[in-house]
């Protein structure tokens, strides 16, 4: 299963392999699914929602019913991380949403993660426990204690099975360390040590310690009214511990070596395509916000998601990206009620697959794309339960955008903007894709491999 | 360049007639100070523990139920902020 080789993206079939969540039309606000995230061979994936729960699901290698379907994914563990505060001090109300998840790579038996809402970090174990002790003397089976003068002989208790018991724990709790909201959190390649992102200040922690940080980037001005950017994703290099990137809401990016300084205000690299001027609006700046920053697992690249494309970096080239692809160029025209409704600030995620050959986003009416990079290939595909029956191959998508529109083509004023495909995720090792709908998961598997 | 030839120009042309007063700024302080404000809910512990003492042994005024949101005159209590219970229900996709 691992290290299976990738086809081209046209040779690619997807099919519908799990759907999980409500089936109702009226979506539970709680239920709304706010993160996603595999872990590092793609057995686990969790999910956060806006309830502050977390779900994680594990694959079934063997699937014995289908055993040419090898992505089913079933409920390993379900906790609550978060739970609602409110800040009396500041007036401050604290959603119980995660924000992200993040895996640490696995050294024992156990998994870790952490999680994070607005405002605190947690570290998470989740164990199994599969045995348990039995044949005390001073206990009965049900924990009452005996009367020590009725022992009359001694035995050895031993550890007997029984069913398997996924227990989540938080071992550590990374509290008070934001004034703003964190965005990110980012786990060093030295195992040892992590980033939070808010708006303003990238703080670093060692996973050990909760009591304190040290602030690596501040970008608060000294007078509030000056604010003209805010920091919108943060990301540690994938091999290079030194190296970590941090995206903007004016469209850069800026890469910090932690050798060079304690607070690394001075960037090292300053990534930024040039604008022409002349075609500046109302709404460059806020399209250009970038909403997700993802290494590729080569760390050679970095991919950026702003409103309406996805952009491939190469980190040795600072003046402008080296491939740069169209999500939904459609939605250009109607920037204005898409600034009305709010939809213009909806912060899409990307990602990448185990190869770095194909990348990954969402769009609106539960669409997402696919661009493979090495065909200059890309498709429009569509998470629906109506529109795809379980292990059939399903259908690209395709938008009209003026003309005349064509049979199974849809109109972008059909489009439901309320269906925002915001979270993907790509299995590290396999051509298995999951996708967040605003409160139902989709497992998608490609049928050649 | 014409508006029309540019789709976003044009967006911004429909934009402006919609809200003349719209600010030049767009992508500046007061969206993005907006933003960092997310959360904000009015309820000054100051505020309402003076009333208490001042008023003493009367009620304190509240908001008349069909009112969402809580300005002027009136001083907020703990119970007009939105009550915030965990979810202790499981989550649908565990289901």
């Known amino acids: 299963i691992s290290g299976a080789v990738q086809g081209a993206g046209g040779d690619m079939q997807w099919c519908l392999s799990q759907a999980k969540g409500s089936l109702d039309d009226d979506v539970t606000e709680a239920d709304i699914i706010s993160t996603l995230e595999f872990n590092h061979t793609g057995e686990l994936l969790a999910t956060g929602d806006k309830g502050g729960r977390i779900v994680?699901?594990?694959?079934?290698?063997?699937?014995?019913?289908?055993?040419?379907?090898?992505?089913?994914?079933?409920?390993?563990?379900?906790?609550?991380?978060?739970?609602?505060?409110?800040?009396?001090?500041?007036?401050?109300?604290?959603?119980?949403?995660?924000?992200?998840?993040?895996?640490?790579?696995?050294?024992?038996?156990?998994?870790?993660?952490?999680?994070?809402?607005?405002k605190t970090i947690k570290l998470w174990k989740i164990s199994e426990r599969d045995k348990r002790p039995e044949g005390y003397n001073l206990k009965e089976e049900d924990g009452r204690y005996r009367d020590p003068s009725t022992v009359t002989s001694l035995r050895v208790p031993v550890f007997r099975p029984m069913d398997l018991m996924v227990e989540a724990s938080p071992r550590k709790v990374f509290a008070n360390a934001h004034t703003y909201h964190i965005n990110s959190v980012s786990v060093n390649s030295d195992n040892e040590t992590y980033l939070s992102a808010d708006d303003l200040r990238i703080n670093l922690w060692h996973l050990e310690i909760t009591d304190r940080s040290f602030n690596i980037v501040d970008i608060k001005p000294a007078n509030m009214e000056e604010l003209t950017e805010v920091i919108t994703a943060a990301e540690f290099h994938p091999h290079q511990c030194n190296t970590f990137v941090y995206s903007s809401s004016k469209g850069t990016i800026r890469m910090c070596d932690m050798r060079a300084s304690a607070l690394c205000d001075k960037h090292s690299k300053m990534f930024e395509e040039p604008e022409d001027p002349s075609n500046r609006s109302f709404f460059s700046e806020i399209i250009s916000s970038i909403s997700d920053v993802k290494f590729s697992h080569s760390g050679r690249y970095m991919m950026t998601r702003d409103y309406l494309s996805v952009k491939i970096w190469d980190l040795n080239m600072e003046s402008k990206p080296v491939e740069t692809y169209q999500v939904h160029e459609y939605l250009r025209s109607k920037l204005c009620s898409l600034y009305e409704n709010d939809c213009i600030f909806d912060k899409f995620e990307c990602c990448w697959n185990g190869n770095d050959s194909m990348v990954m986003t969402g769009s609106y009416n539960n669409f997402f794309r696919m661009f493979d990079r090495d065909h200059r290939w890309d498709v429009?595909?569509?998470?629906?339960?109506?529109?795809?029956?379980?292990?059939?191959?399903?259908?690209?998508?395709?938008?009209?955008?003026?003309?005349?529109?064509?049979?199974?083509?849809?109109?972008?004023?059909?489009?439901?903007?309320?269906?925002?495909?915001?979270?993907?995720?790509?299995?590290?090792?396999?051509?298995?894709?999951?996708?967040?709908?605003t409160n139902n998961l989709y497992i998608f598997q490609d049928k050649m491999n | 360049?014409?508006?029309?030839?540019?789709?976003?120009?044009?967006?911004?042309?429909?934009?402006?007639?919609?809200?003349?007063?719209?600010?030049?700024?767009?992508?500046?302080?007061?969206?993005?100070?907006?933003?960092?404000?997310?959360?904000?809910?009015?309820?000054?512990?100051?505020?309402?523990?003076?009333?208490?003492?001042?008023?003493?042994?009367?009620?304190?005024?509240?908001?008349?139920?069909?009112?969402?949101?809580?300005?002027?005159?009136?001083?907020?209590?703990?119970?007009?902020?939105?009550?915030?219970?965990?979810?202790?229900?499981?989550?649908?996709?565990?289901g």
């Open chain 1, 56 to 118: 994680i699901f594990q694959q079934e290698i063997e699937n014995k019913r289908q055993p040419q379907y090898r992505s089913e994914y079933n409920v390993y563990s379900t906790f609550q991380s978060h739970e609602p505060e409110f800040d009396y001090l500041k007036s401050l109300e604290i959603e119980e949403k995660i924000n992200k998840i993040r895996w640490i790579p696995q050294k024992n038996a156990a998994h870790f993660l952490l999680s994070t809402n607005d």
């Open chain 1, 380 to 437: 429009t595909l569509e998470a629906s339960r109506e529109n795809s029956k379980p292990f059939q191959v399903i259908k690209p998508r395709k938008v009209c955008a003026g003309g005349k529109r064509k049979k199974d083509e849809i109109s972008v004023d059909s489009l439901d903007f309320n269906k925002k495909i915001l979270h993907t995720a790509w299995h590290p090792q396999d051509s298995i894709i999951v996708v967040a709908t």
């Open chain 2, 1 to 94: 360049a014409f508006p029309r030839l540019n789709p976003e120009k044009a967006e911004e042309a429909k934009l402006k007639a919609r809200y003349p007063n719209l600010g030049h700024k767009p992508g500046g302080s007061d969206l993005l100070r907006k933003r960092l404000q997310k959360g904000q809910k009015y309820f000054d512990s100051g505020d309402y523990n003076m009333a208490k003492a001042k008023i003493k042994n009367k009620q304190l005024p509240t908001a008349a139920p069909e009112k969402t949101e809580i300005t002027g005159d009136h001083i907020p209590t703990p119970q007009d902020l939105p009550q915030r219970k965990p979810s202790l229900v499981a989550s649908k996709l565990a």
